[in-house]
């Protein structure tokens, strides 16, 4: 069974630049979390999905952050336009709700901006 | 809101050891769940353990062991036997249900020596 897959693994960009992150989940979970996690640091939750519905968002930078997840499955994370704090790790997981509690987690996006 | 503190940033072991890394959350609730993720260099997140609260038996897999303390809100893990591949980023997690957010520590690097 595939994981969570994400890309681009890698990405540098200039400040003011936008970026997108895709994230497909493994097939059946129809719960997804973007989470930031800066270097030595664990991770934070930008936003949560409950199938197509953005139920947590509370920790998303709204002027310069936006996702989506159409159709319930795959998502995408944006930012415009990208600031030199915005270097990071931008993870995606998936889960089942009503399941072991578990989360499963893509090797993640890391972003540079210069 | 639920905190997660790992206060040991660096633990070193040596080959064949074992090494306990500490855990302490705060909570309010009586049902949640608890895991230990790993971390390699590679950055994907695996899960190494998992403890649901209303288990008063302490999960075990393989080399890994937990003390789940529910009373004082500790969860501690316990790696026997140290392997070189058991170096990494052990991130301590807490979640209130199996929809919510994962609520992470701030992590602890486990080095091993030969």
């Known amino acids: 069974e595939a994981g969570v897959v994400q890309s681009p693994r890698y990405k540098i960009i200039e400040k003011k630049q936008p970026v997108a992150f895709w994230c497909n989940p493994i097939?059946?979970?129809?719960?997804l979390y973007w989470y930031l996690q800066n270097l030595g640091q664990g991770p934070e939750l930008l936003i949560r999905y409950e199938n197509e519905e953005a139920v947590d968002d509370s920790q998303l930078p709204k002027d310069r952050f936006s996702a989506e997840r159409l159709k319930g499955v795959d998502s995408t994370l944006k930012i415009q336009p990208a600031e030199l704090g915005d270097s990071a790790v931008y993870l995606c997981?998936?889960?089942?709700?009503?399941?072991?509690?578990?989360?499963?987690f893509g090797e993640g996006s890391r972003l540079t901006v210069l | 809101a639920q905190t997660v503190t790992q206060s040991q940033p660096e633990m070193s072991v040596q080959e064949a050891e074992t090494v306990t890394l500490s855990c302490t959350y705060d909570?309010?609730?009586?049902?949640?769940?608890l895991f230990w993720y790993k971390q390699p260099p590679s950055r994907q997140m695996i899960l190494v353990i998992r403890?649901?609260?209303?288990?008063?038996q302490n999960a075990t897999e393989n080399r890994f062991s937990v003390n789940f303390q529910k009373a004082a809100k500790s969860f501690s893990l316990k790696i026997s036997d140290s392997q070189l591949g058991d170096a990494a980023m052990y991130f301590c997690a807490y979640r209130s249900d199996s929809w919510g957010k994962l609520q992470f520590g701030a992590g602890t690097q486990v080095v091993v020596t030969p």
């Open positions: 997981a998936s889960g089942q709700g009503a399941s072991t509690g578990e989360l499963f």
């Open positions: 097939s059946g979970h129809n719960t």
């Open positions: 909570t309010s609730e009586s049902d949640y769940y």
């Open positions: 403890q649901e609260a209303y288990k008063q």
